[in-house]
């Protein structure tokens, strides 16, 4: 089982809509987690962290962790076209290694 | 804007021939982090510098694959007898922080095709 899980999708929605992307992890020495956004042919590129538990908002973004649960959540609101891509979630322990982890990514499409 | 650059962006390699991929990170940036990035999968990390120091090399899959960052800035990654299993995107990533940091900028890879 891998340190991160995440649902390689595709998920394709409706501009509009609100988009409901999550991880899950094992390793409880996770404390810093991120959502990457990563176009076609180019690198990831750092949307939102957090830092332990709790809520963050960014615009039409909202990121959660939830530590008991180790389960985090990436939400956009009023999705559009120009969203699409595929979103990958990090996570980086405090302390110790310096490496993030990554999920395998989700690719989102939103259809105008 | 000044961001993190990877040259080239393509490589094509016969199987058993050596490559060398360049990285060159943000200006004054302290850390510089190699990842793997297999078609459809997450980055997977190969290695860490800080400075001109190695501090992590425990992602590096097998004794062929190499790199070095001699001044502290630019870094080299090399692949030695190049194998199919090594086709992926090579991403480079830097960081201004030493340790204890989580922001790393990302290049826009290297994709390498071994044929």
């Known amino acids: 089982q891998k340190e991160v899980e995440q649902d390689p999708g595709p998920l394709s929605v409706p501009e509009g809509a609100i988009v409901s992307l999550n991880c899950t992890y094992s390793n409880s020495a996770f404390q810093y987690f991120m959502w990457y956004r990563q176009y076609s042919r180019k690198g990831p590129e750092l949307l939102m962290y957090?830092?332990?538990?709790g809520n963050k908002e960014d615009g039409r973004f909202t990121a959660q962790v939830d530590k008991s649960s180790k389960y985090i959540s990436l939400f956009i609101r009023d999705s559009q076209p120009s969203d699409s891509a595929t979103y990958l979630c990090?996570?980086?322990?405090?302390?110790?290694?310096?490496?993030?982890?990554f999920g395998k990514g989700t690719k989102l499409t939103v259809n105008p | 804007g000044a961001g993190v650059s990877q040259s080239p962006r393509y490589k094509v390699a016969k199987r058993g021939q050596d490559v060398a991929l360049r990285c060159d990170p943000i200006?004054?940036?302290?850390?510089l982090f190699w990842y793997q990035q297999a078609l459809g999968q997450g980055p997977e990390f190969l290695t860490y510098f800080q400075n001109e120091a190695q501090l992590d090399k425990s992602g590096l899959p097998s004794d062929r694959f190499f790199a070095e960052r001699p001044e502290g800035s630019v870094s080299t990654l090399k692949i030695q007898r190049t194998q199919q299993e090594d086709s992926a995107v090579y991403l480079c990533a830097s960081s201004s922080s030493g340790t204890g940091g989580f922001e790393q900028y990302f290049g826009p890879g290297t994709r390498l095709t071994v044929t």
């Open positions: 957090t830092y332990s538990s």
């Open positions: 200006s004054g940036h302290v850390s």
């Open positions: 990090a996570m980086k322990t405090q302390g110790g290694s310096e490496k993030l982890v």
